[in-house]
């Protein structure tokens, strides 16, 4: 099923993609109980992913019954609707990210192997970063970029919708928790990153006598500005779910910005598997319904691009972003840069008595 979030003549809505150009609904393909169960999907697609198997069942059937589709969201063949169920054409909505409200949202860091030549140290696991919600940004909603915010740029990804809890996952049965995928851009502020760097001495407990400190050089970057900032996650449009996806391992990736195509890459080369990453997290954080857990970067240049992902800096490059993805539809972002100043955030230096 293709799903989507959005917001249509006052209400917010959970629907299904119907054909190309409209969509239906779901609490109106629902029999009455079963959308009362799913509390109606007033909580829209978390809702819907808790709502249980029975739900879930009821709407793959009326899916079915309506559509015939390809996996590349092409052309699509439609069977009539009831005349009980209406439609609303796609140009009418504003779109909402699939889930509006996940519990978390998990970036791996650097999971591409095209970034290998560029690793000095790095571990032999992957690296996680969170970022707020509030980042969050739907379909076809424009970006701010602020001019303090220094360089910004696109990161193209596969992300991952968990549809139940699960702790300490065996990898070989990682995917029995997904609940569908979708696009996620994971738009990096550089220049904040700069800003946000570190070179230390980070204190630990002496490694032979545990009573004694040791100091330890260290170079770090915090990254709540630069990953999380308002509207850097553009996610959707659509929740593709799980079983229209046989392997998220061999997914194309393409990212424009403007009218240059800035990466052009392949899910087949991320350094760790969706199931290895998806285990490995599970070891530290439970894994909860509605989670949102981005697969890392493809970068990988056209050959003969004029421009790299990198260099696709939105505070000099016009927009909009456009990332898509096998099975998955496109992921449009529009762009507006506003020049503004940070402006005086700190408190009055106030005289002290010596």
């Known amino acids: 099923m293709y799903l989507a979030s959005c917001h249509h003549a006052g209400r917010d809505l959970v629907v299904l993609r119907w054909g190309n150009d409209a969509l239906v609904p779901v609490d109106e393909l629902l029999?009455?109980?079963?959308?009362?169960?799913?509390?109606?999907?007033?909580?829209?697609?978390?809702?819907?992913?808790?709502?249980?198997?029975?739900?879930?069942?009821?709407?793959?059937?009326?899916?079915?019954?309506?559509?015939?589709?390809?996996?590349?969201?092409?052309?699509?063949?439609?069977?009539?609707?009831?005349?009980?169920?209406?439609?609303?054409?796609?140009?009418?909505?504003?779109?909402?990210?699939?889930?509006?409200?996940?519990?978390?949202?998990?970036?791996?860091?650097?999971?591409?192997?095209?970034?290998?030549?560029?690793?000095?140290?790095?571990?032999?696991?992957?690296?996680?970063?969170?970022?707020?919600?509030?980042?969050?940004?739907?379909?076809?909603?424009?970006?701010?970029?602020?001019?303090?915010?220094?360089?910004?740029?696109?990161?193209?990804?596969?992300?991952?919708?968990?549809?139940?809890?699960?702790?300490?996952?065996?990898?070989?049965?990682?995917?029995?928790?997904?609940?569908?995928?979708t696009i996620m851009n994971d738009v990096t502020g550089n220049g904040m990153r700069s800003q946000d760097r570190v070179h230390y001495y980070a204190l630990y407990a002496g490694e032979t006598d545990s009573t004694q400190v040791e100091k330890r050089e260290q170079h770090l970057s915090y990254a709540a500005r630069y990953k999380g900032t308002d509207g850097f996650a553009p996610l959707g449009p659509w929740l593709v779910t799980r079983d229209e996806i046989p392997d998220p391992g061999i997914l194309d990736v393409i990212c424009k910005v403007g009218a240059d195509v800035v990466a052009q890459d392949s899910t087949r080369y991320l350094t760790y598997s969706v199931p290895e990453i998806l285990a490995f997290l599970s070891r530290f954080q439970t894994l909860e319904p509605g989670d949102v857990i981005s697969m890392g970067t493809a970068f990988r240049q056209q050959a003969g691009a004029k421009r790299s992902l990198h260099s696709a800096d939105l505070q000099r490059v016009e927009g909009p972003m456009q990332v898509e993805i096998t099975g998955l539809g496109t992921l449009i972002t529009p762009v507006r840069r506003k020049q503004m100043e940070l402006g005086d955030w700190q408190l009055p230096t106030l005289p002290r008595d010596i």
């Open 31 to 181: 029999p009455a109980p079963l959308a009362s169960g799913a509390s109606a999907l007033a909580d829209g697609m978390l809702a819907l992913i808790t709502a249980g198997p029975e739900v879930h069942q009821a709407l793959g059937r009326a899916a079915n019954a309506l559509t015939r589709r390809d996996h590349a969201l092409g052309p699509v063949d439609t069977a009539p609707l009831p005349a009980d169920i209406r439609t609303i054409p796609i140009a009418d909505v504003r779109w909402h990210p699939p889930v509006r409200r996940p519990g978390k949202i998990v970036g791996v860091a650097m999971n591409n192997s095209a970034s290998d030549a560029r690793k000095i140290s790095a571990p032999n696991h992957p690296m996680f970063f969170l970022k707020p919600r509030s980042s969050l940004l739907g379909h076809l909603n424009e970006l701010e970029i602020r001019s303090y915010y220094g360089s910004v740029h696109p990161e193209p990804e596969l992300a991952v919708i968990i549809g139940k809890s699960a702790r300490d996952l065996d990898p070989r049965s990682a995917l029995d928790c997904v609940f569908g995928y």
